[in-house]
Nanobody, 121 residues
Framework: QVQLVESGGGLVQAGGSLRLSCAAS????????MGWFRQAPGKEREFVGA????????YYVDSVKGRFTISRDNAKNMVYLQMNSLKPEDTAVYYC??????????????WGQGTQVTVSS
């Protein structure tokens, strides 16, 4: 059983940056592909990006390409989402998830509780 805890959310102005962190415990973190999702009020949960267990391969939804970067530190059981050039439409609760490398939320076995990101215009 893997437990995931996100942190680093907050309020930021458009054009600013935030780095979200996801701390994993309870399993062999380095074995898991990881993903980031987000959910805005009244909308479906949306895939943001994913990273392979080896940390060398990532992919992103088109709307964040070139602005967001996912990285991981297997020694620290951490995965990160660096978000630059933030836009108001990036406002959402952001979730990290473990267990897959797809854009399908149902494919992930473990989820964090989420962290709120609010981007003001």
């Amino acid at each position: 059983q893997v437990q995931l805890v996100e942190s680093g959310g907050g309020l930021v102005q458009a054009g600013g940056s935030l780095r979200l962190s996801c701390a994993a415990s309870g399993g062999t973190f380095s074995n898991y592909n990881m993903g980031w999702f987000r959910q805005a009020p009244g909308k479906e949960r949306e895939f943001v990006g994913a990273i392979r267990w080896s940390a060398h391969i990532t992919y992103y939804v088109d709307s964040v390409k070139g602005r967001f970067t996912i990285s991981r530190d297997n020694a620290k059981n951490m995965v990160y989402l660096q978000m630059n050039s933030l836009k108001p439409e990036d406002t959402a609760v952001y979730y990290c998830a473990a267990g897959s490398y797809t854009s399908y939320a149902a494919a992930y076995a473990y989820w964090g509780q989420g962290t709120q990101v609010t981007v003001s215009s």
